[in-house]
Structure formats: C-alpha cells, structure tokens
C-alpha cells in the first residue's frame, strides 16, 4: 500500500488505534477525535516530512497531509482495522466536550463526506448558468435538462443525504435516517405542499393535529435534527427490544414515531429557526455589507486553520435554501485568493529551490480552494505573507461587499466560484465586483509578499554553504545495495522521508551505524531511529509494511536512550520466517535531516557487509 508507512507514523503518533475515537477526513487533513488527545504527540507529526501541521480545534486532533488526504485516510483505516462504525459514530464521552467543540466536529463530520460532490455540483451549476448567460445553451435543451438534473439533485434530495451522513455520526442506522430524508422530500408531501399554498386548500391533520406542509427539498437543519432524535430512540429501543426481533421493529418505531413528529413539531420549528437564522444573517449584512466583507475577508483564513470556519457551512446552505442565494461564498474568495497571490509573491521573489517548489505546488492547489499547503507550508511559517494575504482579502471582500455579489449554487471556494455568482438575467455590475475584489486581494498579497515578505535570510542561495567535511555512515547489515528510488514503497522511494539508500539483507542483524543514541525504537521493532553524535538522523526500517507482524520475528538489543557506538547490535530478525510470511525484507536507511546537508552520497551499489562505508555525508 502506497501511503502505509505514513499512515502507521501517524496512527502511532496520536496515541494508536484503541485511542481513536473517530476519524474523518476533508479535502487536505485528517479529522481524529481521541479519547485523551495527552497520548497524542504533535512534537512527532510536525517534523514528519508527510504531515504539513498539525492543529487541536473544535475537539478534534487535525493533522494535515495535503491532497493525498483520502489515500492517507483509507491506509490508516486498513492499518488499524477500522470500518465505516469504528471511525464514523458518536462516543457517549462527548458530552465531556464544551458546546461549541462538539457543534463543530457534529457540523464537520456529517458536511465532510458531502464537501467533493458538493463543490462538484455546484460547479456545474454554475458553468450551467454561465452557458445561459452566453448564449451557448438554452433552457429548453434536452442538454441543459440533463445537466441540471445532474447538478441540482444534491441539494433537491439533501434531507436523503444529510440523513445519511448525520446518522453515522449520531451512532445510529444511517439507512433509518436516510428513509427520514426521504419522506421529507416525498413527492406525496411536496404535492400537499403546493395544493396548501391554494386559497381553496383545505386543512389535513394527524389524528387530530393539524398539519403544516413545508417543502424541504434542499433544506439542512430540519433532517439533521430528525436524525438526532431517531439514533436516541434507537439507541433506547436496542436495549429494550429482543434481539430476535430487533432488526426490523426497531426501525419500524423509529419511522413510525419520527416521520410524523418530523411533520408535526421538529420540521415546523428547524424551519422557523432557518430563517430566524437566514434574516438574522441578511440584517447584518444589511447594516454594512462593505464592513462585513472586510471581516470575513480577513478572518476566513484564521478560521481555516483552526477548522472553525465548519460553523459556518450550514449558515451558507441554509441561505441558499431560504433566500435562493448567498452572500457569504463571494465575501470568502478574495480570502482564498490572498493566500493564493502570497504564495506567488514568495515563489518569485525566493532563492530558495526548496521553497521555490513548495509553492509552486501550493499555488496550483490554491487555485482550485485547497489553501492548506499555502497556508501551513509557504505563508504562516513566513509570517508576514500570511498576514499580507488577509489584508488583501478584507480590500477584496470589502469591494464585493459594495456591490452585493451573490452565489446561487453551493460549492467549495475556489477559482469556480466566477461561474456560481452569474444571476439568471446574466452578467451584472455584482459579477464584475466579484471580479474586481478578487483580482485586489490576489495583486496586492503578491505584490507585497514579494517585495516584504520573504527576510534577506531567506534569500540566500543554498550553494553558498561551503563544505565544511564529509561525515561517514557505516553498513548496518549486509547485504545487496540499492538505489532507493527501487524500493517498492512510495513514501521510501521518493525521499519524502529524505535521502539515503536500500539493502536488501543476507542475513537477520542491524548493528550501529554511528557512534550516539537511540532516539525510537518503535513497539513492533522493525525500525530504529538513531541520532549520530554528529547530528545526523538516521532511520533503519527493517522490510516493507513489516509493522503488519506488530513485533512477530524481531528481537530489540536496545531502548530509547541508549547510547550505541559502530557496530553495536541493535536488533536481530528472522529474516526466512519474515520472507516466509510474504514480506519483501528491502531495508532502507534514510537519512532523516538530510536538507542540513550539502548532499547524502552514495560509497558504491555492490555488496556490503556490516560496517564497511555505506553513505557519505557532505557538511555545510
């Protein structure tokens, strides 16, 4: 598996498998809620080369790893041996939790799963709006129908959606809740909706209680709500009911009780609530857009960090279902693209190859609204970049604010967000303010990163460290010499983990490479981490996905803290009963610090035997 390593040094670094409570993921990191976050070590994350941050918000421990999140996600779950129960449900110790951690991680880990579908749709409709506005497609078209349809039937069917998502998280049947959504948007009930909307209609009840129809295609808090009270009852009627008999009464009672209390009181009062909540909104934005779009602006990015900025979806969807539109999207894009012209800025104004890279990558994904690379790799750590990219964005919001612009589809904020603000009679001063606020923020956060946000220090070409000495690493087992690039495992191979070398052994012994200390020692001691007196740190990993054997066939001569000199055993294996097993015994040794390093060689590829010259370290 591609991303096992990493995904091993990260379930070990947050305490271990029976430490996670549950586990979801965004579009860059990793969302854990752990039972005692003091087992977790973020010191250990943060230097890991495949982790970028790591941030404690909203209750959750959230390690971010880039793009590659959902692959990185997926090896954690077959690391640990989770299912869709293990990482998705609702521990009964949340209530441990203040209000606000658990409004967010609720509001994260039901939109989470949703977020790529949702940005997707929206961006459709969005082009979809944009083809109308010129002219390229008409309404009437078999082509626009099938399109729309593809495009608006997220948000139409979302109580179906939202039941599901919801009902994972509230610990329940997520198939019960999802049935909820369903009668929500039943055609049965939308036709009784629009007949009570005519003068002549004539008034239904429930055994005697009169009933309200609300059309709650597209609608947020209401299925949310419904699916809370399902899972408790639930959760009550597991241990009253017979297991024999369980797995279809229950259900049962919980359409046949929530379904109509849905109708009757929870869907009237969520819906009252939207739109206390939407004209809440709009009355702010109302007193001074041009204020509110300064603030959001400027802050968005904060809340990005942190994770906060979840307590904010449902607010953006339930604009949309009130009101038709929202005017919070547009506020946030000059945001996103502050951070975006920052990167930039660096990337042309830096020396540095390693950063000059860095950005680069950072940039391509910023455009697309994935800032978490930018922010964590390229601005925050330079400090006056980041905040040159949220005083970009409060100009730019501030202009959008003037102007009203509105966004009439949901999605994720990004260079798309230009096709989603296109109202129906089609271009209009409010699509061009966006235009001009966004184009602000991104010029003057470049313009400034590049001219103040990179220090002189900075600057300095890497080549003009000059050697000061070479440092030698001996052999620590014998065997045949490899290239590291053939090791088949791609976190090894790419020198993600940094520089060094593979063997491939000929016999079961690792002995000290250096003179100085273990610094790891994992529990399944089928790697070592050794720290040279010299400074050099040195990782030995014995095999390929060997962490599966959790210790079966490796014998540990040392602990953490002791101090080694070259040739000390270290650890012995076996390795024909390791081969037997079905894993390819490739051991790496990489050279963790190797950016401290003019360059990591290598002595040659053929043979070697313990303690003969393997790697040669130039010195700054």
């Known amino acids: 598996m591609e991303y096992e390593t990493l995904a091993s040094e990260i379930l070990a670094s947050v305490g271990g498998r029976n430490n996670v409570k549950s586990l979801v993921h965004c579009a860059t990191r990793l969302r854990f809620k752990l039972r005692d976050n003091r087992r977790a070590d973020a010191a250990v994350l943060k230097k890991n080369p495949g982790v970028i941050m790591v941030v404690e918000s909203g209750g959750q421990f959230q390690v971010v790893v880039g793009n590659h999140v959902a692959e990185v996600y997926h090896a954690i779950n077959q690391v640990a041996g989770f299912d869709d129960s293990a990482v998705g449900a609702e521990g009964a110790d949340d209530k441990k939790e203040n209000l606000f951690s658990r409004f967010i991680d609720v509001v994260s880990s039901i939109f989470t799963p949703l977020l790529g579908v949702m940005a997707a749709t929206g961006v459709l409709k969005g082009f979809l709006a944009l083809s109308q506005a010129c002219g390229w497609l008409l309404e009437s078209s078999g082509v626009f129908k099938i399109l729309f349809a593809a495009s608006d039937s997220l948000f139409y069917f979302f109580p179906i959606m939202l039941g599901y998502t919801a009902g994972k998280k509230f610990g329940g049947n997520p198939f019960i809740t999802m049935a909820i959504g369903g009668a929500l948007t039943h055609p049965l009930m939308i036709t009784a909706f629009e007949a009570a909307q005519q003068p002549d209609a004539v008034r239904e009840y429930f055994l005697g209680i009169p009933l309200t129809f609300i059309n709650y295609s597209s609608s947020v808090i209401p299925i949310i709500l419904a699916a809370w009270v399902s899972c408790r009852l639930e959760l009550l009627f597991s241990r009253v009911i017979h297991k024999t008999v369980r797995n279809f009464i229950s ?122 690379p930018a922010v964590y790799g390229v601005t925050l750590p330079h400090k006056r970049p980041f905040v040159f990219g949220c005083i970009g964005g409060a100009l730019g919001g501030a202009v959008i604010g003037y102007y009203h612009t509105a ?24 699509v061009w303010g966006e235009i ?36 030698p690493i001996l052999s620590p087992i014998a065997g045949e010499v490899l290239p590291l690039e053939q090791v088949k495992d791609t976190t090894f191979a790419s020198g993600l983990l940094g520089k060094g ?58 602990q953490e803290g002791d101090q080694v000199t070259p040739g000390d055993l270290l650890i012995e294996f076996d390795l024909a009963a390791i081969r037997a097993a079905g894993f390819d015994t490739t051991t790496p040794i990489i050279i963790g610090n190797s950016d401290d390093y003019i360059d990591v060689l290598i002595n040659g590829l053929s043979p070697v035997q ?11």
């Open 436 to 471: 001009s606020g966004t184009l602000l923020s991104f010029c003057f956060a470049a313009l400034a990163s590049y001219l103040f946000g990179v220090k002189p220090t900075e600057e300095a070409p890497v080549i003009a460290a000059p050697l000061n000495g070479t440092q």
């Open 501 to 558: 070398v593979a063997i491939v052994p000929r016999q079961g012994r690792v002995v000290a490479p250096v003179a100085g200390s273990v610094v790891s020692l994992f529990k399944t001691k089928h790697a070592i981490g050794i720290e040279s007196n010299g400074g050099a740190e040195i990782l030995i990993h014995v095999g390929i996905d060997t962490v599966k054997l959790n210790g079966l066939h490796f014998t540990a001569h040392v």
């Open 610 to 620: 313990e303690q003969a010259p393997l790697l040669t370290l130039l010195l700054r």
């Open 251 to 372: 259900p049962l009672l919980c359409l046949v009780i929530t379904v109509p209390m849905t109708f009757l009181l929870i869907g009237p009062a969520a819906t009252w609530l939207s739109h206390l909540l939407a004209d809440g909104y709009q009355s702010i934005y109302s007193f001074n857009s041009i204020v509110a779009g300064a603030f959001m602006g400027a802050v968005w990015q904060v809340c990005v960090i942190f994770g906060l900025h979840w307590g904010l979806v449902p607010l953006m969807l339930n604009n949309l279902s009130m009101l038709g539109h929202d005017t919070m999207v547009p506020l946030l894009l000059p945001a996103v693209m502050g951070q975006v012209g920052a990167t930039l800025g660096v990337m042309l104004r830096t020396r540095d190859a390693k950063l000059r890279a860095l950005s680069g990558s950072a940039l391509g994904a910023g455009i697309f609204g994935i800032t978490e």
């Open 407 to 430: 966004t009439y589809s949901f999605g994720l904020v990004s260079i798309f967000t230009f096709a989603q603000i296109i109202p129906a009679s089609g271009f209009d001063a409010t």
